[in-house]
């Protein structure tokens, strides 16, 4: 069975401070020597074990898991929530998913509409896009910036620095107190992107899926490539580390994702809670009382 073991661990990790290169440094169509099979079979023990990882997550109610997804258009996001996440139990698991801020989101910082929506403890919180989009989208599209109703010095030069320190300070803070920040970026390459979107327009079923802005967002590709590097270089921190997923081979994909967040649940030491002596009394007498009846 395939292991998440700590050397592909390590060429997945983006390594803080590093200066990278998406195109050399990460291989979208990385090979894990992994058949269609082994990769589902993968997957499913994966699944079952990050089940019973949030159960005891819930029942401890001490630490709560922020999960993030990045990606360009069509990398598999949505897919990948499905699947890896199939087997949580919904009571203790909520997805947000960031489009574009509202007129009440933008009379705030940028940081508010996240803090928002973090999960409380003991539970799961996914966020498809985040609030790195005000370091990518925002970046690529500084007409954006433009119109955030901000004071000069919060728009000028040094905005990006700026933008990276405040998130760092913000998920150390919540790492400190219980939370556990895990960063994904789906890692799709140009010719997948490609391939995936003319199926779209080709299959009646996806076109849901396909917007006319997919395609004028693909022609600032290099542009994202940048700010992407530049914000992993910044942002991928020992306490909130950025994985760079190869995203061409959705089935490796959601096995790496899904490893990978096994791996930091186990690292808690999670157990279900210890009833002190005196309920276990009252335990007992309620046992009695029923087989009484």
Same mark, same amino acid.
């Given at each position: 069975? %395939?292991?998440?073991? =700590? ?14 290169? /998406?195109?050399?440094?990460? @291989? ?9 099979? &082994?990769?589902? =079979? ?23 898991? /922020? ?30 998913? %960031? ?7 933008? !009379?705030?910082?940028?940081? $508010? ?21 005000? *370091?990518?989208? *925002? ?20 905005? $990006? ?14 790492? &400190? ?7 994904? %970026?789906?890692? *799709? ?26 395609? *004028? ?16 270089? =910044?942002?991928?921190? !020992? $306490? ?15 096995? =790496? ?20 002596? @005196? ?13 009484? &009846?």
């Amino acid at each position: 069975m %395939f292991e998440m073991n =700590a050397e592909i661990l390590k060429r997945l990790r983006v390594k803080p401070g590093k200066k990278i290169s /998406l195109a050399r440094d990460f @291989d979208p169509d990385f090979d894990a020597s992994l058949s269609r099979e &082994e990769s589902e =079979a993968a997957l499913r023990e994966s699944v079952g074990r990050l089940t019973e990882l949030q159960d005891k997550l819930y029942a401890q109610n001490t630490y709560s898991l /922020l999960v993030i997804f990045q990606a360009m258009d069509a990398a598999g996001k949505d897919g990948t929530i499905k699947h890896v996440m199939s087997g949580l139990n919904p009571q203790g698991c909520q997805v947000f998913s %960031f489009k574009a801020p509202s007129q009440e989101e933008l !009379d705030h910082d940028f940081l $508010w509409r996240p803090a928002k929506a973090l999960p409380e403890r003991g539970r799961v919180g996914i966020f498809n896009r985040s609030y790195y989009e005000e *370091v990518l989208v *925002v970046r690529v599209h500084p007409e954006f910036l433009e119109r955030q109703q901000l004071p000069p010095h919060a728009k000028g030069k040094g905005v $990006w620095k700026q933008r990276f320190q405040q998130i760092n300070n913000f998920e150390r803070h919540l790492v &400190e107190n219980g939370t556990v920040v895990l960063k994904f %970026f789906l890692n *799709v390459s140009k010719d997948e992107q490609k391939k995936r979107f003319l199926e779209r327009i080709a299959e009646p079923e996806k076109h849901w899926k396909f917007s006319a802005q997919d395609v *004028v967002e693909r022609g600032h590709w290099d542009a994202y490539m940048a700010a992407y590097q530049e914000c992993f270089r =910044a942002t991928s921190t !020992d $306490w909130a580390p950025w994985y760079v997923i190869p995203a061409d081979d959705k089935a490796f994909m959601r096995v =790496a994702v899904a490893g990978i967040i096994c791996r930091a649940l186990e690292k808690l030491k999670l157990s279900y809670p210890v009833i002190p002596s @005196d309920k276990l009394h009252a335990l007992a007498d309620a046992k009695a009382a029923l087989e009484a &009846e």
